[in-house]
């Protein structure tokens, strides 16, 4: 009875032995297969030489990722170099180009206006003249204008406020804004509900240098009782381009 179990056990040993022996040949045959194998090996780009013949390890490609390493560095270079160039450009188109002006109208207790035809109107009081593109017009025969030092896109802005004193009144006021003597934008009021109103415009304009723009009351149009100064005008670059 107890030999049973013994020779069991004898013929699980010989089994697995066998079986070990017959792995390790299998390997070894198809070791053995790849290594004499003479044709060309589909390794694309790759050391398949070098990796499958030679060396066991990973160094076959050491070369194919130190030409990437080096093609990315040179990429890496090359958008650099773009990157100062387009830096370079944008210094010496925007060089001296900073531009922008604020003024606002006199305090008056009366009324300008109104008059016959359209008048240009003076914003004397002036708090930023950047550029000096803005000229306040001090002669009372001129009118207040901005000329553009530099071509480019300026964004220009303008209130129109009134105060007519007592509701019943009537608060008739319209100002345009003018490109070379072109209408680009208006602001207008006509009620007799208000005694006292204001509207704001702004527009961008496509400029050449030497290109005008003011601001004008149309005829038979007043702005009145301004005590504070709140007609007011300004503009600036938003950003310039060659004249070409």
């Excluded at 069991?8 to 032995?17: A, D, G």
């Excluded at 009081?125 to 000229?135: A, E, K, M, R, T």
């Excluded at 072109?182 to 109103?197: G, H, I, K, T, Y």
Aim: proline share 4%; net charge negative; charged share 15%.
């Amino acid at each position: 009875m107890k030999m049973l179990p013994s020779a069991s056990l004898c013929i699980l040993m010989v089994l697995s032995l066998c079986s070990r022996a017959e792995a390790t040949t299998a390997f070894d045959l198809l070791r053995e297969t790849a290594v004499s194998y003479t044709g060309s090996l589909p390794c694309g780009g790759w050391d398949c030489e070098c990796a499958f013949r030679r060396q066991k390890s990973c160094c076959c490609v050491a070369q194919p990722l130190f030409d990437l390493e080096e093609a990315t560095f040179m990429r890496m270079v090359g958008l650099w170099e773009g990157l100062s160039h387009l830096n370079s450009q944008i210094e010496e188109l925007t060089a001296g180009c900073k531009i922008a002006f604020t003024a606002a109208m006199l305090p008056m207790s009366g009324c300008l206006g109104p008059f016959n035809s359209n008048m240009s109107i003076s914003y004397q009081s002036v708090s930023l003249n950047q550029g000096n593109g803005y000229n306040p017009a001090l002669e009372p025969a001129s009118h207040s204008t901005f000329t553009a030092p530099h071509a480019g896109l300026y964004s220009f802005s303008f209130t129109a406020y009134s105060n007519v004193g007592s509701a019943g009144q009537r608060l008739y006021q319209k100002l345009q804004l003018m490109k070379n003597g072109q209408l680009m934008a208006s602001s207008w009021e006509d009620n007799r509900e208000d005694s006292e109103d204001s509207s704001s415009q702004t527009v961008l304009l496509q400029l050449r240098r030497g290109c005008q723009v003011y601001v004008e009351l149309m005829s038979g149009r007043q702005l009145c009782g301004d005590t504070q100064g709140q007609n007011t005008f300004s503009g600036y670059l938003v950003y310039p381009f060659s004249e070409q």
